[in-house]
């Protein structure tokens, strides 16, 4: 369920718990911000593997974390930092690899 940033209106607080919800927490995740416009979770390709054409990717969420999944897309305040993450490094990314937000 990836999310277009080259439609301002697909970034929404709604989209990004679809997101979070979609996700399995059974396996390594990652979200990932392409140089595109797209944004998705990723659990194929995780850490620093296929990052050709990434504009930005967070850190690395482990397998059980509780960062994906219902629970985690229930949590208002982890989807509105994962929200303002996207946001905030979508239109200036200070660096490829953020692991604060």
Same mark, same amino acid.
């Given at each position: 369920?990836?999310?277009?940033?080259?439609?301002?209106?697909?970034?929404?607080?709604?989209?990004?718990?679809?997101?979070?919800?979609?996700?399995?927490?059974? =396996?390594?995740?990652?979200?990932?911000?392409? @140089?595109?416009?797209?944004?998705?979770?990723? %659990? *194929?390709? &995780? #850490?620093? =593997?296929?990052?050709?054409?990434?504009?930005? @990717?967070?850190?690395?969420?482990?397998?059980? %974390? *509780?960062? &994906? #999944?219902? =629970?985690?897309?229930?949590?208002?305040?982890?989807?509105?930092?994962?929200?303002?993450?996207?946001?905030?490094?979508?239109?200036?990314?200070?660096?490829?690899?953020?692991?604060?937000?």
């Amino acid at each position: 369920m990836p999310i277009n940033l080259n439609h301002p209106d697909s970034l929404t607080h709604d989209a990004v718990r679809q997101m979070i919800a979609a996700a399995q927490d059974q =396996v390594h995740n990652q979200l990932r911000v392409a @140089r595109d416009g797209r944004v998705w979770i990723s %659990s *194929g390709a &995780v #850490g620093g =593997v296929d990052i050709d054409g990434l504009l930005f @990717r967070l850190e690395t969420w482990a397998a059980g %974390s *509780g960062c &994906v #999944g219902p =629970v985690a897309a229930s949590d208002a305040v982890w989807v509105a930092q994962i929200f303002n993450a996207i946001r905030d490094n979508w239109a200036d990314p200070r660096t490829d690899y953020v692991d604060i937000y």
